[in-house]
């Protein structure tokens, strides 16, 4: 008979993957170099399905290229998010620098300006605990 790889195994007799994995390791199944010998799958599981394993590799590829599609199209994704993020990263530093200019352009507060600032704050505290 013919060698199949496990997954067209799998195929042939209607079983998963893993469940092909499952029975070789317990030894319900023997495989045969790196693959399995259509016979033992007759011995094993009784009349094989009648797949053509060729479409299912042709179903597989599509899927790959899908999934490849899919996987590029997330990658531009972040990309043009890394993108934003260092524009936004450069518009801090730029607001971040305009902001200290302004600063020094400011007059430094007058001692009596902090202590009016601090009377207030008593006062304030004063009408939340209404004390």
Known sequence: MAIVTFKQ??????KGTATIYRHIKSGKLSKTGNGID??????????LKAVDIND??????????????????????IDTLHDIVNELKNDKQILTSVI??????????SSSEVVQNTSNSGKLWKRIFKK
Request: glycine share 6%; net charge negative.
């Open 100 to 109: 200290e200019d302004y600063r020094r352009l400011l007059p430094p507060p």
């Open 9 to 14: 195994a799998g195929l042939l007799c209607g």
């Open 56 to 77: 299912n590799y042709q179903i597989d590829k599509k899927s790959d290229i899908i999934d490849n599609m899919i996987i590029s199209n997330y990658q531009k994704q």
């Open 38 to 47: 259509t016979s033992e799958l007759i011995r094993v599981y009784g009349e």
